[in-house]
C-alpha cells in the first residue's frame, strides 16, 4: 500500500514497527508528572567539516529518550523551534536546534548565516546538518533528524548518507528543493527507518511531498487522519501560526515520535 497524503498531515513508517494514526494519542502537553524535566538552554557552537562554525541551542531532557536535530526552514534559524523544543523536552527527548548558513532571521538572528562570507545555497547547508548528528552519534541515544522546508528535504540525504546512524526521521513540508532533479527522492529511496512527513494544506505542497514519501520503501505504509488546517514547514505546530491545526499536528508528531522513541 503507498501512502496517500491527504490535506496536511501523513505519516509512514518504512520500517517496522509500524506507525499508529494520530486519533489516539495525547497532545503534548498533557505530559505525565514523571515526564522529565528540561535543563538550562545551554547554547553551544559546532565546526562543520569545512570550518564553518555552526551556532546552536541545545534544550536538554534530563532523562532523554533520544536526541532530535532540529534544522530551520530557508530565511530562518533556531529561533523556528523556541515554542516547539520545550514541548520536546516535555515528552523526554533532547532537543538540538541549530542555525544553519542558508537562512535568515525570520525568527531571530541567526548567528551561522550572519558568519559566513557571501550566498550559501540549501545544498551547502547539508554540511551544517551533518555537523549536528556528529555530534548526536557519542551521545548513546537514538537520533531523530527534523527538517523543515528545505531541510526537510536535505534530511533525506544526511539521512541516506549515514546509514545505522538515524533512528528516523520527520520532513515538515518536503519538495525537490535542492537544484538537482529528484535528488531528494533518489535518497529517500535508500531509507530503511520510519518517516514522518507533513505539508501544508497546499495541493503543489502536497504534490510534491507525495513524490517524496513515493519512493520510500516499503509496503506497511500507514496514513493519519488529515489535520484541520497546516501551514508550510514546522510551523504547522505552532498556534500562533497555525491556530487551527497545530494541536491536531503535535498529536501526529507525539504519536510518531512515541512509536519510534518510546
Keep these: 500500500m503507498r501512502l496517500s497524503i491527504v490535506l496536511a498531515v501523513a505519516v509512514v513508517a518504512a520500517c517496522s514497527p509500524s506507525v499508529p494514526a494520530a486519533g489516539g494519542a495525547s497532545p503534548a502537553g498533557n505530559a505525565g508528572a514523571d515526564v522529565p524535566t528540561a535543563k538550562a538552554d545551554v547554547p553551544i557552537s559546532l565546526k562543520a567539516a569545512d570550518g564553518v562554525t555552526v551556532y546552536g541551542t541545545l534544550y536538554a531532557a534530563a532523562h532523554p529518550k533520544a536526541v532530535i536535530l532540529l534544522f530551520h526552514q530557508a530565511g530562518s534559524g533556531k529561533g523556528e523551534y523556541a515554542t516547539i523544543a ?3 523536552v516535555a515528552l523526554g527527548y533532547s532537543a538540538l536546534a541549530i542555525d544553519q548558513r542558508s537562512g535568515g532571521d525570520l525568527f531571530g538572528p541567526n548567528q551561522t548565516a550572519a558568519a559566513v562570507i557571501g550566498q550559501a545555497s540549501y545544498l551547502d547547508a547539508k554540511a551544517d546538518l551533518q555537523a549536528a548528528l556528529d555530534w548526536a552519534k ?3 541515544k537514538p537520533v531523530l533528524l527534523w527538517g523543515s522546508s528545505y531541510s526537510s528535504a536535505l534530511v533525506f540525504l544526511v539521512a541516506a548518507e549515514n546509514p545505522g546512524a538515524v533512528a528516523a526521521l520527520l520532513s515538515f513540508s518536503p519538495g525537490e528543493y535542492l ?6 527522492s533518489r535518497n529517500a529511496a535508500k531509507l530503511t527507518i ?3 512527513v507533513t505539508s501544508a494544506k497546499d495541493a503543489g ?5 507525495r513524490a517524496i514519501v513515493d519512493a520510500v520503501p516499503g509496503t506497511g ?3 493519519a487522519v488529515p489535520a484541520i488546517a497546516g501551514v508550510h514547514g ?4 505552532i498556534p500562533a501560526r497555525n491556530p487551527r491545526g497545530a494541536e491536531d499536528n503535535w498529536r501526529a508528531v507525539t504519536a510518531f515520535l512515541h512509536q519510534v522513541a518510546p
Design 194 to 196: 520510519p518517516v514522518f
Design 86 to 88: 520545550p514541548r520536546l
Design 234 to 237: 514546522s510551523s504547522t505546530l
Design 138 to 140: 557519542p551521545q548513546g
Design 179 to 184: 537544484g538537482q532533479p529528484d535528488l531528494v
Design 205 to 209: 505542497e502536497i504534490a510534491a511531498a
Design 221 to 223: 505504509n500507514i496514513a
